[in-house]
């Protein structure tokens, strides 16, 4: 037998060459490094959309469900897309809009909000929206709800949305709930 397989059947230098395993497990470690720095400063760096005027709705205790609405803005010289959201206040969260069929408007699952570049979309009311399916909670006017919302560039953004009271928004035909009606 050869001297190097004696060694590993020996006692006591069966762990002779720890040492040298030891040291390409470290240099392994350190060739993968920069690449694991690398993929977090590429998803870092990505392009960051702008949310403004985020708010869920308010809805009576018990309710399963609510939905989320803003103001989403694509900063960036490139078109841009909205592929998933969630929350710890619901199970699960969509991304919604509605549609005409047969005369009734009909909420549907889509996979995706494309935001144009240098545009926004608003998700409101009656269109698209983040549907909060499975509340964990009750959400009364005035509480935060934390929002994740990622994109198809890896970007992903947390944001605290208030919830308010669908009440003070009715009747008001596009007007703030905070701005004076014109007078006849």
Known sequence: ???ITDCFHCPSTRYAFSPVLIGALWLLAAAAAPMAFAADAAVAAAPMPLVQDAYARAV???????????????PTAEALA????????ASVVELHTHVQEDGMMKMRRVERIDLPAKGEVILQPGGLHLMLIGLTQPLAAGDPVDLRLSFDNGATLALTAETRSIMGQMGMHGHRADQALPED
């Open 1 to 3: 037998m050869s001297k």
């Open 60 to 74: 009576p205790p018990g309710q399963p469900n609510s939905a989320a609405f803003m103001r989403i803005i694509n």
């Open 82 to 89: 909205l592929v998933d959201a969630s929350s710890s206040v």
